[in-house]
């Protein structure tokens, strides 16, 4: 059964920062893509970031390019989410999530077959 569980979310002013991580368990995590998605009130989950097996490439969406980090520990199966210069319009629940075939990169949440929970992220302006 595989688990993923975030933390790190909270409340935060806006121009500040947080750090959110993800760790995995029941499945062979080195081989399998990691993602992040969030989902605003109101508004359809959207992809955030992505990071191949290895950690060698990742992609991010436009909103968050240049601002957000996606790292990953294999040898601690954890992907982390580092979110710096939020904005109000980051605020959102944000989802980690794992590809379900091995050695593939993707950006599309179909591609995903396990989610964590959510962790709510609020940037006050």
Same mark, same amino acid.
């Given at each position: 059964? !595989?688990?993923?569980?975030?933390?790190?979310?909270?409340?935060?002013?806006?121009?500040?920062?947080?750090?959110?991580?993800?760790?995995?368990?029941?499945?062979?995590?080195?081989?399998?893509?990691?993602?992040?998605?969030?989902?605003?009130?109101?508004?359809?989950?959207?992809?955030?970031?992505?990071?191949?097996?290895?950690? @060698?490439?990742?992609?991010?969406?436009?909103?968050?390019? @240049?601002?957000?980090?996606?790292?990953?520990?294999?040898?601690?199966?954890?992907?982390?989410?580092?979110?710096?210069?939020?904005?109000?319009?980051?605020?959102?629940?944000?989802?980690?999530?794992? !590809?379900?075939?091995?050695?593939?990169?993707?950006?599309?949440?179909?591609?995903?077959?396990?989610? @964590?929970?959510?962790?709510? !992220?609020?940037?006050?302006?």
């Amino acid at each position: 059964q !595989v688990q993923l569980v975030e933390s790190g979310g909270g409340l935060v002013q806006a121009g500040g920062s947080l750090r959110l991580s993800c760790a995995a368990s029941g499945r062979t995590f080195s081989m399998y893509g990691m993602g992040w998605f969030r989902q605003a009130p109101g508004k359809e989950r959207e992809f955030v970031a992505t990071i191949r097996w290895s950690g @060698g490439s990742t992609y991010y969406a436009d909103s968050v390019k @240049g601002r957000f980090t996606i790292a990953r520990d294999n040898a601690k199966n954890t992907v982390y989410l580092q979110m710096n210069s939020l904005k109000p319009e980051d605020t959102a629940v944000y989802y980690c999530a794992i !590809v379900s075939t091995p050695y593939t990169f993707t950006t599309h949440g179909g591609d995903y077959d396990y989610w @964590g929970q959510g962790t709510q !992220v609020t940037v006050s302006s």
